[in-house]
């Protein structure tokens, strides 16, 4: 069965600071990975996604992703955070023989001034 | 194009009725998920609908149950309320090919309290 681990319940990083959040899956073949990111009381928005190729992948607003198939981790990277990236981050795993992605408990990013 | 929308965006019940909750996928996508998402905890797949028949199955149980209809619209039905229900209930749509398939698009969410 294919799961994702995010071991941060929550990171606080101070505004301009670079950032990083870790994932960790489980999944029997090439895993497709994604980041979604939620603002509070909002549904879900695709960050990024992985399917294959190039392991570092870049996103909307600024973020980065690589994935590390040796460490089956897909581990979501931004340089310089700003104060309105504050949101709940999700890490979710899918592949070619599931449709359905499996998500991760979220990390809650805390940014301050 | 236009994205996922959900109905209604918050409601309370109270245990024991029913509820049904409506949503109408973005143009071009014909499969639909449903997530269940606690406070506190990432989203849990309940169930996905592809040409109007389940397509796959989380962990919940007979009383979530669900239709998609011809336009690719989809209402989820929860009977018999319990307060662990109370929950966002979350509706994604995605496109058919292997790959897409997997790449979720997100309505708002309807916020389901259970009194």
């Known amino acids: 069965a294919q799961s994702v681990t995010q071991p941060d319940i929550h990171i606080t990083v101070s505004e301009g600071a670079s950032l990083e959040l870790r994932c960790n899956y489980s999944y029997g073949a090439t895993p497709y990975l994604f980041w979604y990111v939620q603002s509070p009381g909002q549904g879900l928005q695709l960050l990024l996604k992985y399917f294959s190729g190039d392991t570092l992948v870049q996103g909307i607003k600024g973020f980065e992703a690589e994935f590390k198939r040796s460490q089956s981790s897909f581990n979501l990277r931004k340089p310089s955070v700003h104060w309105s990236d504050a949101a709940e981050y999700f890490c979710a795993v899918g592949g070619g023989g599931s449709y359905i992605p499996t998500f991760g408990r979220g990390t809650s990013l805390i940014v301050h001034p | 194009e236009t994205g996922v929308t959900q109905s209604p965006t918050h409601l309370i019940k109270t245990r024991g009725q029913q509820v049904t909750l409506r949503c109408s996928s973005q143009s071009g996508h014909n499969t639909v998920s449903w997530y269940q998402q606690a406070l506190g905890q990432g989203p849990q797949f309940i169930f996905q609908?592809?040409?109007?028949?389940?397509?796959g199955r989380g962990n919940f149980p007979p009383r979530f149950s669900g239709l998609q209809f011809p336009n690719y619209s989809s209402e989820l039905n929860v009977n018999a309320l319990e307060l662990d229900d109370s929950a966002l209930y979350l509706c994604?749509?995605?496109?058919?090919?292997?790959?897409?398939?997997?790449?979720?698009?997100f309505g708002a969410g309807s916020r389901l309290t259970v009194l």
């Open positions: 994604a749509s995605s496109p058919t090919d292997s790959v897409g398939a997997n790449v979720l698009t």
């Open positions: 609908y592809y040409r109007e028949e389940e397509n």
